[in-house]
């Protein structure tokens, strides 16, 4: 029987990985898989998250399972690291939660739910947008279509184009929106631009899903929240994705967390629909990274450590993103790149072809997705020159 299952297609970032590996010049870049990288191309444990695990160690006396949503304590601190103590307390009653299987099996209990209030349901999502996106929309058979995001020209966001678009969303559907750091742009609205995306939300009646897989990464905790806050605090429901891989280097440990804000006496509904749908996936959502999380979250000293060392990774992209604009000035003797240094989180597109993104993985060993997207944290301060000249030098035979 497993012979009639159909081939299919690799991902195109872990095969870019794949190729990457393969290749044995040493001077190769990899600026694809989307994984933060120190100066020395290590993704380091975090001070932090070493104390907490083993202050786990010694203090945990038991493996039993905890909730189908997940641990309460984690449930709780996450919340409020998100929404902030003052707004996750005043819209406690209206809040449901459930840990999750990383960020993307949050992004997916989000349209499984969503798709269960409204079976007729479409998903809009910007042009571009992070593929699993995609993968995961058509695994689940939901009608989806793209909104305008993304001006090539400017590489700055096309609000025209999107809120034209999003005026024309149907109550009932969902939209998609990343909450900070554009995955693969790095091109994010600004806080008055939020405040017109919401308004247009507002009127349409459209539930909006928040994917919030960089909080810290771009200009602080804080300022990195300011839409899914907005969101939040003026319109009746909102679904909001998180992820802990990034912020605190759990990559492997599979933390996410989904909060449905709701109607308050819905809110019991919607945690039992989160619950249920758990159960039918995995049951219970994985412990360990939700107790190291927790355990930061709950103690100053802890908290305080990883917010500082979570700003030494934040600080150390921006510069890389300075360094990277003001070389490609220097080289090609135009503003073309100067976009760079104004996004935000690990991705930006260059902007250069599908044939020169394979002239540069080809002759320079510089290896990116065929859209152009690089991952800055993919770089230091000794690769930046090296990128920057041979993407000038392949821009300059065209």
């Not at 203090?59 to 003052?86: H, N, S």
């Not at 039992?272 to 995995?282: D, E, P, S």
């Not at 802890?302 to 060392?309: N, T």
Request: net charge negative; with cysteine.
């Amino acid at each position: 029987m497993l012979e009639q299952l159909s081939p299919q297609p690799a991902d195109k970032i872990l095969a870019l990985t794949a190729a990457f590996r393969a290749d044995p010049r040493e001077n190769k870049i990899d600026l694809g898989v989307g994984v933060y990288r120190n100066a020395q191309g290590l993704t380091p444990i975090k001070r932090a998250v070493k104390a907490a695990e083993r202050r786990i160690l010694d203090t945990q006396d038991t493996k039993v399972y905890t909730e189908l949503t997940g641990d309460p304590a984690f449930r709780r601190e996450l919340t409020g690291l998100i929404l902030g103590a003052e707004l996750a307390q005043e819209l406690e009653p209206q809040l449901a939660s459930s840990a999750s299987v990383g960020g993307t099996g949050a992004v997916r209990l989000a349209l499984e739910l969503a798709r269960a209030a409204n079976p007729q349901l479409t998903v809009h999502y910007s042009d571009p947008t992070w593929p699993n996106h995609i993968t995961i929309l058509e695994a689940l058979e939901i009608p989806h279509r793209s909104y305008r995001y993304f001006d090539a020209a400017s590489s700055e966001v096309d609000l025209t184009g999107m809120l034209e678009d999003l005026a024309q969303v149907k109550a009932g559907d969902v939209v998609l929106l990343h909450g900070c750091c554009h995955n693969p742009t790095g091109a994010n609205p600004t806080p008055q631009q939020w405040q017109q995306i919401a308004g247009v939300l507002a009127q349409t009646g459209a539930l909006p899903l928040v994917d919030l897989a960089y909080q810290g990464f771009g200009d602080g905790l804080e300022a990195d929240a300011f839409a899914t806050r907005l969101l939040a605090r003026e319109l009746p429901e909102v679904l909001i994705a998180a992820s802990c891989s990034k912020n605190f280097a759990i990559y492997r440990e599979r933390t996410g967390l989904l909060i449905a804000k709701s109607r308050a006496e819905g809110r019991a509904t919607v945690q039992a629909n989160m619950a249920a749908l758990n159960r039918q996936n995995f049951s219970f959502p994985p412990d360990h990274g939700a107790r190291v999380v927790s355990t930061i979250l709950e103690d100053a000293e802890l908290c305080a450590d990883w917010q500082s060392e979570l700003e030494d990774v934040r600080l150390s992209m921006l510069e890389l993103r300075e360094q990277l604009a003001a070389e490609l000035r220097e080289r090609t003797g135009s503003d073309r790149f100067d976009f760079i240094a104004r996004h935000r989180g690990m991705f930006s597109r260059l902007g250069v072809t599908p044939q020169q993104v394979d002239q540069l993985r080809e002759e320079y060993g510089i290896y990116m997705t065929a859209d152009s997207r690089v991952n800055i944290a993919g770089l230091n301060s000794q690769t930046v020159p090296l990128l920057a000249d041979a993407v000038a030098e392949v821009i300059a035979e065209s």
